[in-house]
């Protein structure tokens, strides 16, 4: 228990150097003796560690030439850790910017295949909803309810492929949730356009239903930006990050 949580400790502290780009500019990363040394580690912990993070896809071991970060389209995005280190190692405007946009690239779409459905069952839509007007008033788990809320709507969608993401892009989900509803003051507020949503859904209109999903992604996005602007980093010329205020839209 003691090595693994060494290594699991020694995971996280060299992910977030990672992502808060202290090694930005190099070509290679420090050796493992040197990042050994800095964390109070066995070079064997360290190779270890790096082990984990060539398997999510953010750092490559190459003979002779150490080992380097690998751009972030080819980190394993979806992956829990790593979606929760780039949380944490700092929020860039890029990075809330695609998390919406991928949204609304799936999700409205997603809302008017269930309005098209002729078989689309507004149970667990209902379930959902239900607790997440509980939940605002100190009755269960708002997130939690949030999150069944637009899986209903995806897998309700009928369509083998987005039914396919819905594992894949739950953890995403979850923290586009968790970062825009950020007190049940905000959750309550959004209680009415989820109602639109699956008001649209029920009454089989999937161009109300596509517009409805929109413009609650929208407001999740304006959410985001406008209550967490001090924890966004803002890109420099020279490859690092400052943390600085970022307008909201």
């Not at 500019?25 to 070079?43: D, F, M």
């Not at 839509?125 to 939690?144: F, I, K, T």
């Not at 992604?217 to 959410?223: F, L």
Request: charged share 25%.
């Amino acid at each position: 228990m003691l090595m693994r949580t060494r290594h699991q400790d020694t995971v996280d502290r060299i992910a977030g150097w990672i992502v808060e780009g202290r090694f930005a500019g190099r070509p290679a990363l420090p050796t493992e003796e040197e990042i050994g040394g800095e964390l109070g580690v066995s070079r064997t912990v360290v190779r270890e560690a790096m082990r984990t993070l060539v398997a999510k896809g953010m750092v490559e071991v190459r003979r002779r030439h150490g080992t380097r970060i690998r751009p972030v389209d080819a980190w394993s995005l979806f992956d829990p850790q790593v979606v929760a280190w780039r949380v944490t190692g700092g929020l860039t405007r890029e990075f809330v910017d695609d998390l919406i946009h991928f949204r609304l690239g799936i999700e409205p779409h997603a809302a008017a295949l269930a309005a098209s459905n002729p078989r689309f069952s507004p149970d667990a839509l209902e379930d959902a909803y239900r607790r997440m007007a509980a939940a605002v008033d100190g009755n269960g788990d708002y997130h939690s309810a949030d999150l069944d809320f637009h899986e209903a709507i995806i897998v309700g969608s009928n369509n083998q492929f987005l039914r396919q993401l819905v594992p894949l892009i739950a953890n995403t989900l979850s923290v586009s949730f968790k970062l825009s509803v950020i007190s049940m003051d905000t959750a309550r507020g959004s209680l009415p356009m989820h109602r639109d949503v699956a008001d649209a859904i029920i009454a089989r209109e999937p161009e109300r239903a596509h517009a409805a999903l929109t413009k609650l992604i929208e407001a999740a996005r304006e959410d985001i930006l406008g209550a967490l602007p001090d924890m966004l980093w803002e890109e420099r010329t020279d490859g690092e990050r400052d943390r600085v205020p970022v307008q909201g839209p």
